[in-house]
């Protein structure tokens, strides 16, 4: 069964970027992934930060960013804030209508 | 405002069946696609479920296939999940989310606040 993978930790300084990976257990991701971001913190429901590998929502800030890495979708943020210490999601399209996530990465700033 | 709230969870046995529903409001229901999503204890998010926006199409996660069934009926702005054949490890929170296009892809853009199944003897 393919996995998504991410960092589960990651730690950045204030106002340091630091970029998040997701990948596939086995293939790369690309375009066709349809690689979507979420912020996810306790109690609260995901909340979009990247879809489509690199369109933001409406209202998010332009520090963050969605692209594709090498084989990995990746997320950057720029900039970092001490609000932004939280989980951060990603979920791609396989085909076929499935979606898989990720197991979440964790970031301290 | 999207509104969307599940109802229907309860403790129920191991091999034995529930219905939970999704009250959808506050946009065009006929137009959008709808999931389930699911989060047992202490685990992340596991994608379980999509329909299309006619309902004609529906599409499941490979552990669910079989077991699961999802519905909507687009008159009454609801979805519905048919699960069957319960085990212990779907014990989980289940939540009803708005994909932002027809289906199948887009992203999932609104979530409900989930509504809680345990299976256990």
């Known amino acids: 069964q393919t996995l998504v993978t991410q960092e589960p930790s990651f730690s950045v300084s204030p106002g340091g970027t630091v970029t998040l990976t997701c990948g596939l257990s086995?293939?790369?991701?690309?375009?066709?992934?349809?690689a979507t971001w979420y912020q996810q913190t306790p109690g609260q429901p995901p909340h979009s930060l990247i879809y489509n590998t690199n369109t933001r929502p409406s209202g998010v800030p332009d520090r963050f960013s969605g692209s594709i890495l090498g084989s990995k979708a990746a997320l950057t943020i720029t900039g970092a804030q001490l609000d932004d210490e939280s989980d951060y999601l990603c979920?791609?399209?396989?085909?076929?209508?499935?979606?898989?996530f990720g197991g979440g990465t964790k970031l301290t700033v | 405002e999207v509104q969307l709230l599940e109802s229907g969870g309860v403790l129920v046995q191991p091999g034995e069946s529930l219905r939970l529903s999704c009250a959808a409001s506050?946009?065009?229901?006929?137009?959008?696609?709808m999931n389930w999503v699911r989060r047992a204890p202490g685990k992340g998010l596991e994608w379980v479920s999509g329909?299309?926006?006619?309902?004609?199409?529906?599409y499941y996660a490979e552990t669910m296939k079989g077991r699961f069934i999802m519905s909507r009926d687009n008159s009454k702005t609801t979805v519905y999940l048919e699960m069957n054949s319960l085990r212990v490890d779907d014990t989980a929170f289940y939540f009803c989310?708005?994909?932002?296009?027809?289906?199948?892809?887009?992203?999932?853009?609104?979530w409900g606040q989930g509504t809680l199944v345990t299976v256990s003897s």
């Open positions: 506050g946009f065009d229901f006929s137009k959008y696609a």
């Open positions: 086995s293939g790369s991701v690309s375009t066709t992934h349809y």
């Open positions: 989310v708005k994909l932002t296009t027809g289906g199948p892809r887009g992203y999932f853009d609104s």
């Open positions: 329909i299309s926006s006619s309902g004609g199409t529906t």
């Open positions: 979920v791609l399209y396989l085909g076929s209508g499935i979606w898989k």
